[in-house]
């Protein structure tokens, strides 16, 4: 059987002027110690950071 494939892009680079830019440059220099990585989470808190300040930033 064929299994389908998606052909779906997933390095998406937002403008430089888009806040969604500004929040990764701004969550990706911040310091995550092993303090707030150590053992095992779903998700990485900095991503977890990213997404709940660009939802702020939509009024979400």
């Known amino acids: 059987m064929n299994q389908l ?3 779906i892009p997933t390095a998406y680079e937002p403008e430089e002027n888009h806040p969604a830019y500004q929040i990764n440059q701004l969550v990706e220099s911040l310091d995550f ?3 707030y990585t150590t053992g095992r989470y779903p998700y ?4 977890l950071l990213k ?3 660009f939802a702020y930033t939509q009024g979400i």
């Open 5 to 7: 494939m998606l052909d």
């Open 44 to 47: 990485h808190p900095r991503l």
């Open 33 to 35: 110690t092993d303090e």
């Open 51 to 53: 997404l709940g300040l």
